[in-house]
């Protein structure tokens, strides 16, 4: 399988609107409103002890929301020529992961909670785990989409 040409500028963070009074906050994600792919997989991260990584992959096809739905951490970004970090601290922020990237999480707050809104279902085969294989398979030609 081909490695998509992306880059870690590709990558944005949207600020998902939250509704707020003096019971709490909500905010909400909708598929193809708020989001532009549908979401088929959540998952969430939590209990991380202190000084762990997660992450340390690509993905071929996978898009995806990364939230600091509690707490905060690093999302570490590489697209094989740039490295990218974006500290999420916040539930209505939410970073959007474009295909054929490596990522780390790393940093991680105590008690905090890592949202992820996937447009896959989870395949082994769309992961790459090693960050030699990685740099192998990305094309060179990352600025150009
Ligand atoms: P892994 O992808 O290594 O976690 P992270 O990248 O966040 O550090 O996943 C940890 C384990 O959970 C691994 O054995 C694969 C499994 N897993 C599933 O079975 N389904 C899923 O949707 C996810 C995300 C992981």
Redesign the pocket.
């Known amino acids: 399988m081909k490695l998509n040409k992306s880059n870690v500028f590709q990558c944005s963070i949207i600020d998902i609107s939250k509704t707020h009074n003096e019971a709490g906050s909500i905010s909400i994600v909708e598929n193809n409103k708020s989001i532009p792919f549908e979401v088929k997989?959540i998952?969430y991260?939590y209990d991380v002890p202190g000084g762990e990584l997660?992450?340390?992959?690509a993905h071929y096809e996978l898009e995806q929301y990364i939230i600091a739905a509690s707490g905060s951490f690093d999302v570490a970004l590489y697209d094989g020529k740039d490295k990218r970090t974006v500290t999420l601290n916040r539930p209505n922020l939410a970073l959007h992961v474009v295909p054929g990237l490596w990522r780390e999480l790393n940093n991680f707050s105590s008690g905090s909670v890592t949202m992820v809104l996937a447009s896959e279902v989870?395949k082994e085969k769309d992961y790459i785990r090693s960050y030699q294989e990685f740099l192998n398979k990305k094309p060179n030609d990352t600025s150009i989409i």
């Open positions: 997989r998952y991260l997660r992450g340390g992959h989870y």
